[in-house]
């Protein structure tokens, strides 16, 4: 179910930042997005990074330093700040969140990092 919507990836070369958003489409708007997650080629979808209803962070061991998750609460978006992108860092990027009853996931947007 596609009802949270990531932008803002694309192609960088090793060093560079992009910084992604992720945002409620359709009917629901109150989906409160909590997370990144991302998915490689060939791998396990992992947890980059989380921020809670409080405002709690948790990162990636892979990214600590280099990531930085955030949460415009007047918007209801989320964004992941990613500086420092390494060649290990090109995966799909995928936006989590929940309502009261449900979890949704965005459609991912790709990160490729290479020279």
């Known amino acids: 179910q596609v009802q949270l919507v990531e932008s803002g990836g694309g192609l960088i070369q090793p060093g560079g930042s992009l910084r992604l958003s992720c945002a409620s489409s359709?009917?629901?708007?109150?989906?409160?997005?909590t997370g990144w997650y991302r998915q490689a080629h060939g791998k396990q979808r992992e947890m980059v990074a989380t921020?809670?209803?409080?405002?709690?962070?948790n990162y990636g061991d892979s990214v600590k330093g280099r990531f930085t998750i955030s949460r415009d609460n007047t918007r209801n978006t989320l964004y992941l700040q990613m500086n420092s992108l390494k060649p290990e860092d090109t995966a799909v990027y995928y936006c989590h969140g929940f309502t009261e009853h449900e979890e949704y996931w965005g459609q991912g947007t790709q990160v490729t990092v290479s020279s």
């Open positions: 921020i809670s209803f409080g405002g709690a962070l």
């Open positions: 359709g009917s629901i708007f109150n989906i409160y997005p």
